[in-house]
């Protein structure tokens, strides 16, 4: 079947502009998750939805930054005012339930970068 | 809060030896230890994973061994192959409290042929 998949891949923004990143899951997977990648570095948790409920917005580094997923399915990762230090791979992953011990399926990101 | 170290930063073999990654975490809380491969400009995929109350497992020429005790797990790969080459990370999760992944900060294996 279909993997989760991110839209645009690639997104060059000047800063100061606002950009929406989008993310379709796998069909049915409960759980979705956003992680920002800076070059050379591992992922770093964002946000945890379960369902249509935003549980852990912990990783989120400003206020700037804002998701949603009001249908429990696609979901929306918006960053507002771009600045440089923005600009990295934002990764989406999708697990099948709410249950801990489920792997994560991996988008393939979208690029950001911020001039 | 959660925090893992990985290392090398990168590993050079020749093909048909074996690599071994390291990584140590500091939630004696965390139970769910799972390795991504990521080529380059490609998603991370899941290539095996550990839970707490394991101490090792192995698929194939891969393994992951877990000490509890010493909060750290290891990657195991035997006969390299030169598509082995990618960057693996790896990661710790509390199940009980958060769903959220913490990664280290990667390794880069390049294989010789």
């Known amino acids: 079947g279909a993997g989760v998949s991110q839209s645009p891949r690639y997104k060059v923004a000047k800063r100061g502009q606002d950009v929406a990143l989008r993310c379709d899951p796998i069909s049915g997977h409960v759980s979705l998750f956003w992680y920002q990648q800076a070059l050379g570095q591992g992922p770093e948790f964002l946000t945890y939805?379960?369902?249509?409920?935003?549980?852990?917005k912990s990783g989120l580094p400003s206020d700037r930054f804002f998701a949603e997923r009001p249908e429990g399915s696609v979901s929306t990762l918006k960053i507002q005012r771009t600045q440089q230090e923005d600009s990295a791979v934002y990764l989406c992953?999708?697990?099948?339930?709410?249950?801990?011990?489920?792997?994560?399926?991996f988008g393939p990101g979208t690029r950001l970068t911020v001039l | 809060g959660e925090n893992v170290e990985q290392h090398p930063s990168t590993l050079s073999v020749q093909e048909g030896d074996s690599a071994v990654i390291k990584c140590t975490y500091s939630d004696s809380a965390s139970n769910y230890f799972p390795w991504y491969k990521q080529e380059l400009g490609k998603r991370p995929q899941l290539i095996i994973d550990i839970r707490s109350n394991v101490g090792e497992k192995k698929d194939q020429r891969i393994a992951v061994t877990l000490n509890k005790t010493a909060k750290h797990f290891s990657l195991h790969i035997t006969e390299t192959q030169p598509e082995d080459s990618a960057v693996y990370f790896c990661?710790?999760?509390?199940?009980?409290?958060?769903?959220?992944?913490?990664f280290g900060s990667g390794t880069r294996l390049l294989v010789r042929p």
């Open positions: 990661a710790a999760s509390n199940t009980d409290s958060s769903y959220k992944l913490i």
């Open positions: 939805f379960q369902n249509e409920a935003q549980l852990d």
């Open positions: 992953a999708s697990s099948r339930t709410s249950g801990g011990y489920n792997e994560q399926f």
